[in-house]
């Protein structure tokens, strides 16, 4: 169904034909803009900037591209096409009809698993307001902003649930997602991780990659929801997180590929010497994989989980493409778990595969996440070096499950407090090194141009040169 842009809020929910839901949104709204021009990029507001809005949920009209100042973005409600008589397809209530409103029994479960993933969508926002100040091109500055317009549109997303489906509950959540601000002491965003602020472009593309990776999985799992809204909402977000991996997986290619480069031309792979030539070295980069990789391992919560098992039983949530799975019930079958024995040994744990399912999410994860590391490696291979990057195993510094505070090193092996304590400056990002890498953040703003530690992309957004002006600053 096409969007129906004439309307205040652009959807394709048909949202005319509910006044007052029309209304209590039309409410919300300014809100919203509020919140936007308060805690959504510093400056630039006034700037032209080329983005995509859709058009249309299909392939044809998703993705229409235009200079739009970023208050007068259109954020809206669209949502993937309803299938006909869909049902639940997994769990105890496999292959009944899926539910078009929220069944009793489920509906805090369902407000909470919407109201967390809602929260993180203005919550990367906020936590990258500041990057806009040392973007390294143009180019970037526009992904940087792509990307915010976008969590801000999926943010209306859940909003959007809890005004239709969740009655006054849902509209007093909705407005605490605007309450509720990343880092604030009072009244901080749900999970951790998202109230650290990203404030330099390393981090930034490593959350994009690594982060958005996270929200992916969820988005997918939650797409397979036997709450029908909810799964079309999702199937419609992928749509669009797509491109936030992308500009996570292009910006560390690019970053690689100019440290390449200035090894070549120096003949040295000496730390060191590429920082002196204003490079962030692949050492540098490893370390900055190990740190944000496995923090986002603990989003997928504990190996094994009964909440995790209800979910999946209730049919709230299902597997990522949960069609690739043969049984959708999984009450015979269990998994197997490496969990710490006694002294510094492993050991076995077979658990109820219901109750595995934030494990098997977070394996899925751990292989999509391989996809760019195989193709930085590509680069590296490709330019005569013999580094390779690499993930740490899913047991280093975790803070969640069987593996939470245990010394690990990157390769998974036990270790004791001493020699964890021993490795850290190895393994993960020092102080000198983040020091540094605030160092290289220089804002360039010329079209074309691109900041010294990153080679320019390969090619422009949408057909447009690499020099094309994708924000037109006033
Ligand atoms: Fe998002
Ligand atoms: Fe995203």
């Known amino acids: 169904m096409g969007i129906d842009y004439k309307e205040r809020i652009p959807n394709n929910v048909d949202l005319g034909t509910d006044r007052r839901l029309q209304r209590a949104l039309e409410h919300w709204q300014p809100r919203f803009l509020d919140w936007w021009k308060d805690l ?102 526009r992904n940087l902003f792509q990307v915010n317009v976008e969590e801000g549109r999926h943010l209306w997303a859940m909003v959007y649930l809890l005004h239709a489906y969740f009655g006054r509950d849902g509209r007093e959540e909705a407005e605490e997602l605007l309450h509720r601000h990343s880092g604030d002491e009072d009244n901080p965003r749900i999970l951790g991780t998202f109230n650290e602020p990203i404030d330099d472009w390393l981090s930034f593309f490593m959350f994009t990659y690594f982060t958005d990776r996270d929200g ?118 269990s998994e197997t778990l490496v969990v710490p024995g006694d002294g510094m040994t492993v050991t076995d744990l077979e658990v109820p595969t219901r109750n595995a399912m934030n494990e098997i999410v977070r394996q899925a994860y751990v292989k999509d996440c391989m996809i760019g590391l195989t193709r930085w490696n590509r680069l590296i291979k490709k330019a005569g070096f013999d580094i390779e990057l690499s993930l740490p195993s899913t047991r280093f510094r975790r803070n969640i499950g069987p593996w939470a505070g245990m010394p690990v090193d990157p390769k998974g092996n036990r270790i004791s407090e001493e020699e964890y304590a021993a490795g850290g400056p190895h393994w993960l990002p020092t102080e000198a090194d983040r020091a540094y890498v605030k160092s290289l953040m220089v804002s360039v703003k010329e079209p074309g141009k691109m900041a010294g530690w990153i080679a320019p992309p390969d090619r422009g957004i949408n057909n447009l040169g690499i020099d094309y002006e994708y924000v037109v600053l006033h």
């Open 216 to 333: 992916k999985f969820q988005l997918k799992c939650l797409a397979e929801s036997g709450f029908d809204p909810l799964a079309r909402t999702c199937q419609f977000m992928l749509t669009e997180e797509a491109h936030h991996m992308f500009v996570g997986e292009t910006g560390i290619a690019r970053i690689v590929k100019r440290a390449l480069q200035v090894m070549k031309e120096t003949g040295t792979d000496d730390p060191e010497a590429l920082q002196k030539a204003g490079i962030i070295d692949l050492g540098l980069l490893q370390r900055y994989i190990n740190f944000w990789f496995s923090s986002c391992l603990d989003l997928f919560g504990s190996e094994s989980s009964s909440n995790a098992a209800t979910y999946f039983a209730t049919g709230i949530k299902g597997r990522p493409d949960e069609f690739m799975f043969e049984d959708h019930l999984c009450t015979e079958t």
């Open 40 to 141: 959504g990029p510093e400056g630039f507001q006034t700037s032209d900037v080329y983005l995509r809005t859709a058009t249309s949920v299909d392939a044809k009209g998703w993705a229409t591209f235009g200079q739009v100042k970023m208050p007068d973005y259109r954020w809206g409600i669209f949502l993937a096409d309803r299938e006909q008589d869909r049902t639940v397809g997994f769990g105890d209530n496999m292959g009944k009809s899926a539910w078009q409103e929220v069944p009793g029994e489920f509906r805090a479960a369902l407000r909470n698993i919407i109201v967390t993933q809602g929260d993180t969508e203005p919550a990367s926002v906020e936590q990258q307001r500041l990057l806009g100040q040392t973007c390294p091109s143009l180019y970037d500055l």
